[in-house]
């Protein structure tokens, strides 16, 4: 509920802040919605590897008999499901508040799922790296927005075309790097995810 709420204030107070007119807005809208996505999964995903430090359960799950990357996919299909919660929240706001229109949200969808899935599975996987340290919140953050800024620049920039008025044809390109973000990074967890929990 927490990130939730953090996520629709910063949507609100951004547009209190930068809202001119609705051309402006449209411009404006892409940007807001993608850092409240960033800030809301950044929490969700520091928050699901926070618990698995009390009371060391995460011994407890490496020592379980289950393959280590099901760990993984479980983690991430878990942030996964509730950052597509807050962003079925967030998106109606945002609309609502910049005023847009209802016929690019379809497609903005997808580009949020894509680019959420490929955030979360970044997120994920280093969250595992930072989970021994004491400062994970800030390692995570290090770490993580670099290697995802591609695609999130991707998401802005194939949102910002759709809510001016561009086809869905003239974004496929952003699209298709999205999905093979996504690729990467689940094959990467895949493969990499032992090892970065290995002492």
């Given at each position: 509920?927490t990130?939730?709420f953090?996520?629709?204030?910063?949507?609100?107070?951004?547009s209190?802040a930068?809202?001119l007119?609705?051309?402006?807005?449209k411009s404006?809208?892409?940007?807001?919605?993608?850092v409240?996505?960033?800030?809301?999964?950044?929490?969700?995903?520091?928050r699901?590897w926070?618990?698995e430090?009390?009371?060391?359960?995460?011994?407890?799950?490496?020592?379980s008999p289950?393959p280590?990357?099901?760990i993984y996919?479980?983690?991430?299909?878990g942030n996964l499901v509730?950052?597509?919660?807050?962003?079925?929240?967030l998106v109606?706001?945002?609309?609502?508040?910049?005023?847009l229109e209802l016929?690019?949200?379809l497609?903005?969808?997808?580009?949020?799922?894509?680019?959420?899935?490929?955030?979360?599975s970044a997120?994920?996987?280093f969250g595992?790296?930072s989970?021994?340290?004491?400062a994970?919140d800030?390692v995570?953050s290090i770490?993580?927005?670099?290697?995802?800024t591609?695609?999130?620049?991707g998401?802005?920039?194939?949102?910002?075309?759709?809510?001016?008025?561009?086809?869905?044809s003239?974004v496929?390109?952003?699209?298709?790097?999205l999905?093979?973000?996504?690729?990467v990074f689940?094959?990467?967890?895949?493969?990499?995810f032992?090892?970065?929990?290995s002492?």
């Amino acid at each position: 509920m927490t990130t939730a709420f953090f996520a629709v204030l910063v949507v609100v107070l951004s547009s209190l802040a930068f809202y001119l007119d609705r051309n402006t807005a449209k411009s404006i809208a892409p940007g807001v919605l993608w850092v409240a996505v960033v800030f809301a999964g950044i929490t969700s995903v520091t928050r699901s590897w926070g618990r698995e430090r009390e009371e060391d359960a995460l011994r407890g799950l490496l020592l379980s008999p289950i393959p280590r990357a099901s760990i993984y996919f479980g983690k991430l299909f878990g942030n996964l499901v509730f950052l597509l919660a807050v962003e079925v929240v967030l998106v109606p706001i945002v609309a609502l508040l910049f005023h847009l229109e209802l016929e690019p949200l379809l497609p903005t969808s997808v580009l949020l799922l894509l680019g959420s899935f490929g955030f979360v599975s970044a997120g994920t996987l280093f969250g595992a790296l930072s989970v021994q340290t004491r400062a994970r919140d800030l390692v995570l953050s290090i770490v993580v927005f670099p290697l995802v800024t591609p695609a999130l620049l991707g998401g802005v920039v194939a949102t910002r075309e759709l809510f001016a008025g561009a086809p869905l044809s003239e974004v496929l390109g952003w699209v298709q790097i999205l999905a093979a973000f996504d690729l990467v990074f689940l094959g990467a967890g895949y493969l990499l995810f032992d090892a970065l929990l290995s002492d």
